[in-house]
């Protein structure tokens, strides 16, 4: 029963690929991450809504980038150059039983055999793991990760402009009003303090709205 169990569990498919064909299925949030037309690839529609909403509640991080790269690891392929679409010939639309079949990349050299001559940067290190073609493609959807997020930060400067130009503006027309106001207690003050001095002042008021 022991060993039974336990080749159960190493022909289990790993979690992310579990948790990325229950997300890419999931109806609520079709217009985010979905199957393509023919169930052979997913796409992402909106990658900072992805990365924004989904990671965070199935992966622990909100790191799309680092999404992409689990999946480089798995042997995905950008399907098409155009939009955030993978592909594996083993991640099928209503055939998750084919998950056990994806194995993950092998990295060709661990940290600990390297000496302190041979580290290099996280890019080069991908050079080196995965092609430079795939490592390409990396840095590309890297750039276009960055793209959108100087997008978003831009749009939100542009929103804290306009709300400061707004506040500003309500400002000013508080402080003209303040002034106006004043001006007319000014006027009021000096008609009370002439109507004192020369009581004629009050007789003449009086005597024009009698008229009037």
Same mark, same amino acid.
């Given at each position: %029963?022991?060993?039974?169990?336990?080749?159960?569990?190493?022909?289990?498919?790993?979690?992310?690929?579990?948790?990325?064909?229950?997300?890419?299925?999931?109806?609520?949030?079709? =217009?985010?991450? #979905?199957?393509?037309? =023919?169930?052979?690839?997913?796409?992402?529609?909106?990658?900072?809504?992805?990365?924004?909403?989904?990671?965070?509640?199935?992966?622990?991080?909100?790191?799309?980038?680092?999404?992409?790269?689990?999946?480089?690891?798995?042997?995905?392929?950008?399907?098409?150059?155009?939009?955030? *679409?993978?592909?594996? *010939? @083993?991640?099928?639309?209503?055939?998750?039983?084919?998950?056990?079949?994806?194995?993950?990349?092998?990295?060709?050299?661990?940290?600990?055999? *390297?000496?302190? #001559?041979?580290?290099?940067?996280?890019?080069?290190?991908?050079?080196?793991?995965?092609?430079?073609? *795939?490592?390409? =493609?990396?840095?590309?959807?890297?750039?276009?990760?960055?793209?959108?997020?100087?997008?978003?930060?831009?749009?939100?400067?542009? %929103?804290?402009?306009?709300?400061?130009?707004?506040?500003?503006?309500?400002?000013?027309?508080?402080?003209?009003?303040?002034?106006?106001?004043?001006? @007319?207690?000014?006027?009021?003050?000096?008609?009370?303090?002439?109507? %004192?001095?020369?009581? #004629?002042?009050?007789?003449?008021?009086?005597?024009?709205?009698?008229?009037?």
């Amino acid at each position: %029963m022991a060993s039974g169990g336990g080749k159960l569990a190493a022909d289990a498919p790993p979690p992310f690929l579990t948790k990325t064909y229950d997300l890419v299925g999931d109806p609520s949030s079709k =217009d985010v991450v #979905s199957w393509n037309e =023919d169930g052979t690839s997913f796409v992402v529609w909106k990658p900072a809504e992805f990365a924004r909403d989904l990671l965070p509640k199935h992966f622990k991080h909100n790191n799309f980038s680092s999404f992409v790269r689990q999946l480089n690891t798995y042997g995905f392929r950008k399907a098409d150059p155009d939009k955030w *679409e993978f592909s594996n *010939e @083993n991640f099928l639309r209503d055939r998750k039983d084919l998950l056990k079949d994806i194995q993950r990349r092998k990295p060709t050299k661990t940290p600990k055999d *390297e000496g302190p #001559s041979q580290l290099v940067s996280k890019s080069l290190i991908e050079v080196g793991q995965y092609g430079i073609p *795939e490592a390409i =493609d990396q840095l590309k959807r890297d750039r276009e990760v960055l793209m959108m997020e100087l997008v978003r930060v831009r749009q939100r400067q542009q %929103m804290l402009e306009q709300q400061m130009l707004d506040m500003q503006h309500r400002v000013e027309k508080a402080e003209r009003r303040q002034g106006k106001a004043e001006k @007319n207690q000014a006027q009021m003050f000096q008609f009370v303090q002439q109507a %004192m001095n020369d009581p #004629s002042v009050l007789h003449q008021l009086i005597s024009r709205s009698q008229h009037n």
